[in-house]
């Protein structure tokens, strides 16, 4: 079972986070046995289908936390405490979730929890990068840094974001009407046409006769396949939500061809421009990599990320450990943070592979804009022919035999 519990250090610092355990004395037992000093330990329900599809419909958009973002680093700029800087950010956000999380955020730093251990009490508002981000700068001292690098970076990432939501809007409206149209034909129309053709003795072509079929079929249960269909919709969210959706999600996005062209360079941007902010800031590198791990966005990438800083741990050099991925890294970073090693312009390096793989994403994500609506279009265009032929030829079939 996982627990959430509220102790202090020997030090009087309040840490808040979540223990695995088989039952509360236990859970408590765990936690004394690592110096703490137990507040409180509270079982932690296991999120239920209707939990994760609220979540899903209630999240935070990224417009929202790219303003919050944005506004915080301001307000922390201007040398406001990070208190007064929450309680205006509260009476100016427009998201009712958003502005919850920022008041418990804001309660919990007022009863002694640090920023990073508040914002990890709200993980579902915020991104996990988000919360490592703010760990790291707690322990560096540059908050205001890391506050201006996190708008910058959920801006970037937004701007990627709306480039590839904007590349499938069309087709996605395009896609939707001509499913639309061909379920009311197939349904509805084409039934009635195959009882003519039956009558009068007509020859179907195969590809005819699999439309009848299929149409027969819908027309007898149609409410039952639309309704088969929300549910499948209903239990495919909920399962997205899970970890092994989400470990699901995150294979897909690295395995299938033309998604990986896309994804590949958006990771490789995040990871460049990540680590190059964590090694101004003087953070290890190992201890970085696993800061970076939780930034990328990925299940599989924050393992093989986690295993890299494992190896450097043991003494192995950075770029010899990122090579041993050459299905996760492409080449090109092994050899330029090996040169950043050899020349200690390892910072240098990092932001330049971000900017490489910055304007790569930008190149694909607009040759992909480009491509997209003609393939669209030919597939389209093959389909509604399809559809018609099959019901045009038996009709001209059936005109001839009766002349």
Request: proline share 4%.
């Amino acid at each position: 079972m996982k627990f959430k519990y509220q102790a202090k250090t020997k030090e009087g610092a309040a840490q808040v986070g979540f223990v695995e355990a088989s039952d509360r004395d236990a859970a408590s037992a765990i936690l004394s046995s690592h110096d703490l000093f137990v507040l409180s330990v509270v079982a932690v329900r296991p999120p239920t289908a209707f939990d994760n599809i609220a979540g899903f419909f209630n999240r935070v958009s990224r417009k929202d936390l790219i303003v919050f973002t944005r506004q915080l680093a301001t307000l922390l700029e201007a040398r406001l405490p990070l208190n007064n800087a929450l309680k205006i950010l509260f009476e100016q956000t427009a998201s009712q979730t958003l502005k919850g999380a920022v008041s418990q955020v804001t309660e919990d730093i007022d009863a002694g929890i640090s920023f990073s251990q508040a914002m990890a009490r709200q993980g579902k508002v915020f991104p996990d990068y988000y919360i490592e981000m703010i760990r790291a700068a707690e322990v560096t001292g540059n908050l205001n840094e890391v506050a201006a690098f996190l708008a910058d970076y959920t801006e970037k990432e937004g701007d990627l974001a709306s480039k590839a939501a904007s590349a499938l809007v069309y087709p996605g409206i395009v896609i939707g009407l001509f499913i639309i149209v061909a379920f009311i034909l197939v349904t509805f129309v084409y039934p009635s046409l195959g009882s003519v053709f039956a009558q009068n003795g007509v020859a179907l072509p195969w590809y005819t006769q699999v439309l009848l079929n299929t149409g027969n079929f819908l027309h007898a249960w149609w409410i039952a396949v639309i309704v088969a269909v929300i549910i499948l919709g209903v239990l495919g969210i909920n399962y997205s939500q899970t970890d092994e959706g989400q470990a699901l999600l995150d294979e897909a996005k690295i395995r299938l061809p033309i998604v990986k062209k896309v994804y590949s360079p958006v990771i490789m941007a995040r990871f460049g421009n990540s680590a190059a902010l964590l090694v101004h800031g003087g953070i290890p590198i190992a201890q970085a990599l696993e800061i970076i791990g939780h930034m990328v966005g990925n299940s599989l990438y924050r393992d093989v990320v986690h295993d890299i800083a494992e190896d450097v741990r043991q003494g192995s050099l950075l770029s010899q450990s990122i090579a041993k991925y050459p299905q996760f890294f492409p080449p090109l970073v092994s050899q330029m943070v090996a040169v950043g090693e050899t020349t200690g312009k390892i910072e240098e390096m990092f932001m330049r592979l971000s900017g490489i793989y910055t304007r790569e994403a930008n190149e694909i994500t607009n040759n992909l804009v480009d491509l997209i609506q003609p393939v669209l279009m030919i597939g389209i265009g093959l389909m509604v022919g399809l559809l018609f032929a099959s019901i045009l030829i038996p009709i001209y079939n059936l005109t001839d035999s009766i002349h």
